[in-house]
């Protein structure tokens, strides 16, 4: 179980910055480079033992799902002036 929860926060991480969107200040921009970040944490928390994977898992990869999906929606902000 550790491998598939490392494997998949490493692999959402790397599909998240594969993006030329990542650095523009559009909403998929900020929503892959929010998510590149969280999964960075993650790892770091899995790395130093201070999350144990299935708790990763259960807490964390309902999160991530959801900042994916906003991120194939591909909306603009809605701002306000």
Known sequence: MDEFVYDHFMLTKSKMECSPTLWLDVQEGYLRHFTVHYADQLLDSLDQKALSSYH????HFP???DLRVEVIKGEDFDYTI
């Open 56 to 59: 990763a898992g259960i807490r």
């Open 63 to 65: 999160r991530i799902e």
